[in-house]
């Protein structure tokens, strides 16, 4: 029903991949020409790893590269080779399989919580390591003594060994802590009703972690094969936990014995916690190695868009050869890349011309009403009348042929000059009659239609995305500005997942439409391509992984942020030109603010310039953050870094602190009727810190 | 077992076969007329109102039992606390107006007290109030097991876990525990077909097409909107041709019958399954989003 | 202070259609999308252009069209909910509310084998095709699907009148008298004026013959108007349908659900206007019913086929219009 179309960038998430997928479409990401995932994760060190990453990095993709099944394909299943080799075990394991919120609430306290959690929690990880071993035993042909040595070392470890006579191989060991494991989810289920957990039923039978190091240990020292060899528990899902519980696992890591080390996963938003029980915390460097794979790509735009390039050339690739056609990459993806429409100013500035045929476009309306507004309010100059108006629209209108864009181009001069007649400095152009005005502005027009330097250069250079964006927005039409794989790769913001999503939804849309994309001389229109990023940006948006109050929160902040970058751009008289950069006095900003800050941070909503920016005259570095590009469609908002503006203490709280957020109606008032005619020749503070960078 | 031999009965006007009537009516009060109209007419010894929390109402009757807790164990404890319920009480409970969680807890609840034989009643609406686009519930909390509906044998071994979400129209929903099990690939969509009415099937469709990158690749299955029985007959189903499974998770994420039907599929199957109900709560619900009725359902689940 | 987000509402409206032609429409794709439709709407006012071709998508992304898989799983429930369920519960309640699976399977086989399953139309139309999957879904023989004509059978009679004379004459009678139930199927029925025409002397006929005999008419889908009308007739056991459609489904009632007051609608959705354009089109396409067989104003289409109760705009192919759930005519 909702199946995927044939399409290769259907696949968007390591899940739905097959272990054998997995190796297949592994590409590596070489952040130096010597660098790479391999060594930066180095399964030959000791040094546990904390593998961090938004949604869609490649973080599972990574993890499960690294694993025992992943192990066995790639010596085709000769698990010698596999320790000699490699000379590591990868165990993968999903946290979330625990479900580790059971392990909560009922009437019980935390502290026995606390307990019973560690207790099942190593019982857990440790039917996968006797599973592993059970199937390297049988491949080893170990012989019965060193079996049953085996099993006989690791029920050592219980206490009530001596009860466990008759178990005397893997399986039973297995079956053991099987039943174990089996009392408490039994335990768990009934202390919903019964408010309570039943003692004699889960008593606990070993010191803490001695199966977790204890069993690997014991085969080290008695199959001469695991000589050497490293048992890395990778466990992913880390952001799964309850905070009690990543601290449990952070002991763990920390506690860690030979021949054991772990690799953790998580997501940014739940890697919160570096503490261990004992309430200290541990060093990243010394005690452990943070991989943060967003900052690793975002690094470096060019290695990037590289490795972007072979990420689609191999999808490609694979999909012509199932259909048994074999091409050349560089050639693929070429053709690939030539396939797309490229964005046409001229082709939205037709559509918006034939919508409007046979009346005025909306911004001259707006001008008129504004103006008529304006005579009423005594704010128009020395215009008394409507007759005088039509004339203002006359002069505006010359020389454009009902261009909407050059109309625009003039309106926006005017609007500028007549601000500038009631409250404009000395050091600015200043003219005080409307005549003057639109003298000037059909002089410097027709400078332009001459190609004489004049006005309007500047305004065209600057201004002409953010008027396009206008025009699309008043009319109702669609603004194509993305187009083409260069900016689907720079939208993505490095990462991986939003890149291939994109790709995947442009394909989907383009089949729909009827454009054949994957067949050779096919187009695949504007339409099309926007649509992708309209959807990709939509998802993104909703696929955010927040919850409760702070999540409200969150969402309420995006949406006054993106209203007040909006209205920069939205407006009559924009001061700076395609903002979509803001920054903020971190010490003026209160924790509460910071903190979603944070938040949008870690889901990626926001991007941190990590250099931040030096404040003008303070030399303070203030933090710089833009809007995820990716977002930016949703709100026909600019992704360019140009023009950054600066939230001021009481602006960003409004927006980002829910204390104050019902003061953020006026302060969005207050800058609308500072940005927009004629509310801007009576209203006050116009010159905000705002700048270029 | 075949679940869809349990008794079903539709009824026009609320006029509701009760038959000697009951000892206990329970039913969720969201404001509704399709649940108050439901109140009045049933014919039981004593009737309660319960005021769920969710929905955030002063509710003006009498009879109403009232608890602060949003969860499910506490709310419903609290509330069987003080009436006597044995195996021999006869009960009958509206689901129209319940909270989803709560109701599967209640229902595991009751079966501990030993009964084995509950009436349930549903009334069907006529619309949404903004057809695909209503809003059910507020911003997610937190998303987990339904207390006292998890496994007795949780299977490390995670390869093969299967999920199976009763698929409504609450698409954040239906992301949100995608997301939660994003590592399962075994996912399979329970859509309410037949619909309660003919274009909400379509309107679900849209729904999950919409949250689809979250979702992942939806293998449908289906069962009447209306219809517990062959909801439980179609989980069965889908479990018999996946013997492999290690992990089993259901999601009630469609209308109350369905979510009936993961009951009832639970009760008769979690001693010897490793099944999971899992949902995506939110402390908010929105009373009212339902307008006229149809006609009300009647039924009758046995129990082991 | 507004954050809609910005992507027009001509495109949101082609998004829900994009979605359904790759899901419920998929078997519709391959016949082209639905632009070619919206280009029958031709203003000559540019604005007014838009303002039709945006009220009649709004339309489209209402209809109600079920395809292959959806008409599968109609007749799955329609057995199941409305053939088989019933005969199960009286199993049951019988038989002390047995849970004996077994028991009551074979229970239900015993009546299965007494039942006969009929079309309503001739055999050269899809109603019998959906018969066909109806069988397939449902694993049953070919012989318990018969012709309305194979119900009696005529046998030749030669008896004495009352002075003597022999008379040969042709009597008709049950042709298999072990069956006790026979079901008709239809897929749509609107007014229940044609089916009713067509079905009224044959089921007389057999009550005539047997009173005993259940004769049920199951639909998949049936305006609450067509049920009322064929149970008037007072000659079936039961009349059902999978789905009921009440007066909301009217696109134009005063309780349409299409515009109903509680829907967010965007202000150019316009009940007036859509309902000039869907009649000013119309008129030209189905001379007479403007909006549909006796006013149905339905925006429903199957599979095989879409009733004449529907919009005209959408199935009609008169003076070249394009329709997007083009109709077969159906004769009985």
Known sequence: MINELDNPFSVTKATEFSDIEIKEYWVNFNPKEDVSIDTILNPNEYMPKYIIGGKGCGKTHILRYFSFPLQKIKYSNDISLVLSNDKYIGLYSILNGLNSSRFDGKGIDESQWSSIFEYYFELYICDKLLHAIKEIFTALQLNAVTKIQFVKSVLAIFRNYKALDDIMSLDGLIEFLFDLRNKIDSEILNAAFTRKLNYEEVKILFSPSDLIFGIPNIIASIVPSFSGVKFIYILDEYEKLFEWQKKFINTLVWDKKTPVTFWIGARRYGYTTRETKSGESMKNGSEFQEVNLDEIIRSNDDIYRKFAHKLYTSRLDKYYLSKNIRTDLEILSKRFCDKFEKNNDDKIISEIIAKNKNKEFKHIKELRKKLETAIREKQALELKSNEQVDEVINQIKFNTDNNPLELKYKTFLFYQLWYRAYRGSQSEKKLSNMIDILNFINEEYSKLKNGEKGSFDDIREKRKKDFIAQLTKENNVKNTEHSGVDRFVELSQGNPRTFILILKKVIEYSKIRGERPLEDGSTISLDSQYMAVYDTAKWFYEDAEVFDIKGKHMYASLKYLTEYLMLERFCDKPVDTTISCFYIKEEDQSEKAINIIELMKVHSVLIEDPNGRLGKNSGIKERLFQLNKVLAPLWNLPIAERGTIYLKKDIAESIFNSEYSNDFESFYNKRKGQLNAPDFIKSKGLNEEITLF | ?304 | MKNNDTLPLYDKLMKKIYAYYQTIWRDKWKEGISEEWLMNFEHIDPDTLDKERINMLYLLSKFMYFGNNELRQLLIALYRDLFKYPIIEKIRRNNGDTVDVAFIENGFYNELYKTRFLGVGNPSESGVHMLYYFRQEHNLPKDFFIHSSEIFSTVSVSDQDRDGNIRKYLKSSIANSAINRYIFIDDFCGSGSQASKYLKHIVENIKFENPNIEVHYLMLFATEFGISEIRKLKIFDKVEAVFTIDDTFKAYSDNSRYFSPTLNLDPIIDKDFSRTTANSYGATLFVGAPLGYRDCQLLLGLYHNTPDNSLPIFWSQENSWKPIFKRYQKIY
Request: aromatic residues 14%; proline residues 5%.
């Open chain 2, 1 to 304: 077992m075949d679940y869809t031999i349990f008794y079903k009965s539709s009824f026009e006007n609320g006029d509701i076969d009760c038959g000697t009537g009951y000892d206990l009516f329970f039913s969720g009060y969201d404001d509704c007329e399709r649940t108050k109209s439901i109140f009045d007419k049933i014919k039981s010894t004593r009737k309660i109102w319960i005021n769920f929390p969710h929905y955030g109402l002063t509710v003006n009757e009498d009879n109403v039992f009232t608890h602060q807790s949003y969860k499910e164990d506490e709310f419903l404890i609290s509330l069987v606390s003080d009436i006597d319920i044995q195996p021999a009480t006869k009960i009958c409970v509206d689901i129209t107006g319940f909270i989803r969680p709560h109701l599967i807890f209640f229902i595991k609840l009751l079966h501990l007290k030993g009964i084995k034989k509950v009436d349930f009643l549903y009334s069907e609406p006529i619309h949404y109030s903004n057809a695909e686009d209503t809003t059910f519930s507020g911003f997610i909390s937190d998303v987990r097991l339904i207390e006292g509906c998890g496994s007795l044998i949780n299977n490390p071994n995670t390869d093969n876990d299967i999920m199976i979400i009763a698929a409504g129209y609450d698409d954040n929903l239906i992301a949100k525990i995608s997301q939660s099990k994003s590592k399962i690939k075994n996912k399979y969509y329970i859509l309410g077909f037949p619909s309660l009415q003919a274009d909400m099937y379509q309107e679900n469709i849209l729904k999950l097409y919409h949250a689809k990158e979250s979702i992942g690749e939806i293998v449908p299955r289906y069962a009447p909107a209306f219809d517990p029985f062959v909801t439980a007959q179609a989980i069965s189903d889908i479990i018999d041709e996946n013997p492999n499974y290690s992990n089993i998770y259901l999601s009630p994420l469609s209308t109350k019958p369905q979510t009936l039907g993961i009951a009832l599929y639970y009760l008769w199957n979690f001693v010897t399954k490793p099944i999971n109900i899992i949902f995506p709560y939110s402390n908010k619900y929105y009373p009212k989003t339902a307008h006229g009725i149809k006609k009300t359902w009647k039924y009758t689940l046995e129990l082991p």
